[in-house]
């Protein structure tokens, strides 16, 4: 049984010490809310930094990005961290997407399926080079020329969790 630590409250110039002291401690996986940080420049330095956790987000929010940015960080973390990164997503709660963040807030479960799809089709479509072909209810992805593209990595996607509170989500 491995065991995981969860940092909610963190600056990025922590990392280094963080993780470091983690690994020496035996845990098997470093996770990173998204509270007063954002949690993807602190897990690139937390790939830096370690070399066997696991590393991934608990949570962070889908909604205020697009699939096609969060794709990007994803494969941007797999790379650096050698195929350690686990993408943790939720929701949030309306107020705080509507009010905080400026987004509208629309079927959330029905989204958040779509979305995580979104992001599975952009990656297909980067590590076979093929022609990307999203369509859905809430997101169309068709356009991704070859200069927009990153290079095909030699791991595999990194698994993505989706933290649920209701029936729905679950």
């Known amino acids: 049984m491995q065991f995981g630590v969860v940092v909610l409250n963190y600056s990025p110039d922590q990392m280094p010490g963080l993780v470091q002291a983690a690994e ?9 809310g998204e509270t007063n940080a954002d949690p993807f420049v602190s897990l690139a330095l937390a790939a830096e930094h370690s070399s066997r956790m696991t590393l991934g987000t608990a949570v962070a929010l889908a909604f205020p990005r697009s699939p096609t940015t969060l794709a990007h960080i994803g494969h941007d973390l797999t790379t650096l961290s ?11 709660v ?3 997407i509507e009010r905080r963040f400026g987004m509208a807030w629309e079927n959330p479960a029905e989204k958040m399926r779509e979305y995580v799809e ?20 809430f997101f169309r992805l068709d356009l991704m020329p070859p200069f927009f593209s990153p290079r095909p990595h ?15 989500m679950l």
């Open 94 to 96: 309306r107020a705080h």
């Open 24 to 32: 020496a401690a035996g845990f098997g996986g470093f996770w990173l």
């Open 118 to 137: 979104a992001i599975q089709a952009v990656w297909e479509a980067w590590q076979t080079e093929a022609r990307l072909k999203f369509r859905g209810q």
């Open 82 to 92: 050698k195929g350690r990164f686990v993408l943790g997503l939720g929701t949030q």
């Open 154 to 168: 030699p791991y595999p996607r990194p698994p993505v969790y989706v933290a649920a509170v209701n029936k729905r």
